[in-house]
């Protein structure tokens, strides 16, 4: 027998709170939380499940709620794991370019930025064709996407280029904490296709000039669907911390350092 | 203290076994770290890595064996890179050790598309590695070679293996 979304999640728990030490700060946390959460893949979630999974979003942030990791995380990080955003630790990272990324630049540009609706792409639950990723950088360190890279990847070589970017205090940004919010989200603004519904980004950037993606929203709905009025949301898989910027609202960008091919 | 040293001298005949398949000639492989099979065997399932290594103490020590255990984590479609199916493999071990190697590679309908480098991981209980493609329809298989050199009076004092992960459908 398969096992229950809900006994996924458990299990998610689990190998999360495996490296749930009290004496251990943000910085180890948030790596245990890197190492586990991007293996939770979508032909993972599919051989795990046997099939689509679909959670209720209150049964999932419960169990979000029982990881330890996010409990700990939060005494330090409280924005991390739940919001709200912190505006003025925005980091973005520029990676250098690669075979199947040749347009990658190292600097972020209010020119190259697109806003949703500006080139209509697939729809998606974590679109790469508009917008602007950041993540939070901690009080004593980098931000969540500099830890995903320091795990290593052929995809992302280096040097990596560290920028602050300082949100506008008044941007209005949207706070996914969880299933519930997730769900919320897809229902307010739906986009139907091929049998799913995904955010429509275009409409919601109309709205929030960003969506902050929590540590607590990644746990609760990474790999399974909820159900939004008369379907099933798209799957997200996030992974790590981050907003989506729907709109360009930051300063000049201020750079905080480059990793080089040697390292730091 | 015999027992133990009996079950490390097991252990690492049974790491050994799992050698085998590979093909240190082929580019960039030497004999001790080899690259990955050109073509998946016919009738090839996922396999899964171990490694482990012990040293002389009590039965209550648990840190006198140190077990690693290698993942290849199914192909899937990237979601940082647009376009792009990516494998990760993993080590972990129950220990921090001086070094762990690995490399990856991903295959095609049986045909190995990409190899990654060899990547050394030094002082960690764990490793990983990943090997990328452009996307395109297909039957997509990882595949891992790791080695774990153990602290400084454990035996054997390497060890190493690898395997092939389970095969995935991917649309792009």
Known sequence: ?264 | MRVRRMTAAAAAAAVLTLLGGTSPAAAGGTATDPSAPATVPAGQGATQGRAEAGKAGSDADASAVIRCEGQVQRPHNSTHVPGTVNVVVTVSCTAPVPEITTRAALYKNGQLVNQSALRTQTNTASGQNNAAVRCSPGNYRGWMYFKVVFPPGYEPPTASANGFGQEVPITC
Request: net charge neutral; aromatic share 8%.
């Open chain 1, 1 to 264: 027998m398969r096992p229950t979304p809900a006994r996924l999640l458990r299990l998610r728990v689990t190998r999360l709170d495996a490296a749930a030490d009290p004496a251990a700060g943000a910085g180890a946390l948030l790596r245990h939380f890197t190492s586990v959460m991007p293996l939770w893949t979508e032909p993972e979630m599919t051989a795990l499940a046997g099939g689509p999974a679909v959670v209720d979003p209150t049964e999932a942030d419960a169990a979000a709620d029982e990881c330890l990791l996010l409990r700990l995380l939060a005494r330090e990080e409280p924005g991390i794991v739940r919001g709200p955003l912190d505006r003025a630790r925005q980091h973005w990272i520029g990676t250098a370019p690669h075979e199947l990324a040749p347009a990658r630049r190292p600097v972020p540009r209010r020119e190259a930025f697109r806003a949703p609706g500006s080139d209509p792409g697939p729809p998606s639950t974590k679109p790469f064709h508009l917008g602007l990723y950041t993540s939070t950088a901690r009080r004593d360190g980098p931000g969540m996407w500099r830890t995903y890279l320091d795990q290593g990847s052929s995809l992302h070589p280096r040097p990596w280029h560290t920028w602050e970017l300082r949100a506008d205090p008044a941007a209005e940004v949207l706070e996914i904490d969880g299933a519930a919010a997730w769900a919320a989200f897809v229902r307010r603004y739906p986009l139907a296709h091929d049998g799913s519904v995904f955010p429509d980004w275009r409409r919601a950037a109309g709205d929030f000039a960003g969506v902050h993606m929590t540590l607590r929203a990644i746990v609760a709905t990474q790999g399974f669907g909820v159900r939004v009025g008369g379907g099933v949301a798209a799957v997200p898989y996030w992974d790590v911390e981050s907003s989506l910027w729907l709109r360009w609202v930051f300063g000049e960008p201020g750079l905080v350092g480059v990793a080089g091919p040697d390292g730091e």
